[in-house]
């Protein structure tokens, strides 16, 4: 931990690299004067806090309070990670690690296993979605952020470690010994159903999108070296990922040189515009993407490209409206900052911002019978950026949901699937394909 005179060192030089510039007659710049003026305010306030504060103070929480008290007046996507959190996210992009092969999520104060990961150390002690973790290696997890819990379960491959739990018909928690394993997350799924897969992508992380064609070629290999006679891309509930990778996804069904994405920074200026690559597309057999209030960012990259360019059909209900794209910078000390630099468009110049991607098709999830949860989305998010006004280039008016012109029929391949979203898309593509 640095010193006071060390913090003082730093923010007087601080200072003076913001010092504004002396112009010829003697007078500075407004807007830099005013920059300075308000360091001199913070340093002013830290002194009197270090000095004077009622009990000793940590120089180093006082200053990451500051910065994301700063952040904390931007957008909800800005914001400023400690060195444990920022590398909990990498892990999460590469989707490799040490671990047991646990998801896990907050219900409360507990933490409720979400499911246990095929063929890993979890999954093979047992341990089934909806038990509930209350200690690792005695420790309890009561009061404990989500990145604490998954720190403690991730650790170097061949490690013991302890695991408390806690089952409906358990007397009492009960303790699991387990050994860690090298984990690769799996962020695309598929089956299929009598010739027509249902491919879930359940996020955008490294190499994904050469785990979708893997298993679109697995499946053609099931389908007896047959040709697919559609394709479910199910997007429900990918919260997004590397926009690099929903391009690639995007590339997939997309024939050369179309925009799949643009980006623009401040003031409108374009950034960038991603655009597909004439080589390995997919075959045009009907396509149907299907979404829900959880697909947002990537997801809804890949869902509007799709359907600018017509090749897919977009099923389910409407979209979270994420609609800008954030740079992850890497601090010197291991933290990160996950900062906005730009808004997306789709390749017809639309804004998802606030709006989402409108379904072409809409089918809502079965509720069973009970009233439908009122879903959060983007507009919903304290400091959310505000819709930007249409753009020339932007269709006049947005297309509205409609229901499917004629139900389709009840198909014999999908009769054991409980799913309703899914059960009537894949009856949907099965009268396509007749």
């Known amino acids: 931990m640095r010193s006071q005179s060390s913090w003082r060192a730093a923010l007087a030089a601080g200072l003076l690299l913001l010092a504004p510039s002396v112009q010829a007659d003697g007078r500075a710049p407004s807007a830099s004067t005013s920059t300075y003026e308000q360091l001199e305010v913070f340093a002013r306030v830290l002194s ?61 104060e507990s933490y409720v296993v979400s499911a246990a990961i095929e063929d890993t150390p979890a999954a093979r002690a047992g341990i089934r979605a909806g038990d509930t973790l209350v200690a690792v290696d005695g420790e309890r997890l009561k009061g404990l952020a989500l990145p604490d819990v998954l720190q403690r379960l991730r650790g170097p491959a061949g490690k013991r470690v302890l ?94 040189n179309l925009v799949i994405v643009s980006t623009r920074g401040r003031k409108g200026a374009q950034m960038n515009e991603e655009r597909s690559k004439d080589r390995d597309t997919e075959p045009d057999y009907p396509l149907v993407v299907l979404v829900n209030a959880g ?64 379904p072409d098709i809409w089918v809502p999830e079965s509720t069973q019978g009970k009233a439908a949860p009122e879903e959060q989305r983007e507009k919903d998010l304290e400091r959310h950026f505000k819709a930007e006004p249409v753009l020339a280039s932007e269709p006049q008016g947005t297309s509205k949901p409609k229901g499917f012109a004629q139900e389709p029929r009840e198909w014999a391949a999908t009769s054991a699937v409980s799913d309703t979203q899914l059960k009537r898309t894949l009856n949907y593509l099965n009268e396509l394909a007749r």
């Open 295 to 358: 697909s947002a960012s990537a997801s809804e990259i890949v869902a509007g490209a799709l359907q600018d360019h017509g090749r897919a059909t977009i099923l389910g209900t409407q979209t979270f409206g994420k609609g800008s794209v954030q740079t992850v910078i890497e601090l010197e000390d291991g933290s990160g900052l996950k900062l906005t630099i730009a808004r997306y468009y789709t390749p017809k110049g639309r804004s998802i911002q606030e709006k989402g991607i409108t």
């Open 48 to 108: 009197y806090v270090e000095n004077n504060y009622v009990e000793p103070v940590d120089e180093r929480k006082l200053m990451l309070g500051a910065i994301r008290g700063m952040l904390e007046t931007l957008d909800p996507h800005t914001v400023f990670m400690p060195p444990e959190v920022f590398k909990e996210m990498k892990i999460d992009t590469s989707g490799e690690f040490g671990g047991v092969g646990l998801e896990v999520a907050r219900q409360g």
């Open 163 to 256: 695991l408390t739990l806690m089952r409906e018909g358990f007397s009492a928690p009960r303790e699991m010994a387990l050994i860690r394993d090298h984990i690769r997350i799996v962020s695309v799924e598929g089956a299929l159903y009598g010739g027509v897969a249902h491919v879930r992508v359940k996020s955008f992380q490294d190499r994904t999108a050469s785990a979708l064609r893997k298993e679109l070629d697995r499946l053609r290999t099931l389908n007896g070296g047959q040709p697919l006679r559609g394709v479910v891309l199910d997007l429900r509930n990918n919260p997004g990922g590397l926009l690099e990778q929903a391009v690639a996804v995007s590339d997939v069904w997309l024939p050369g």
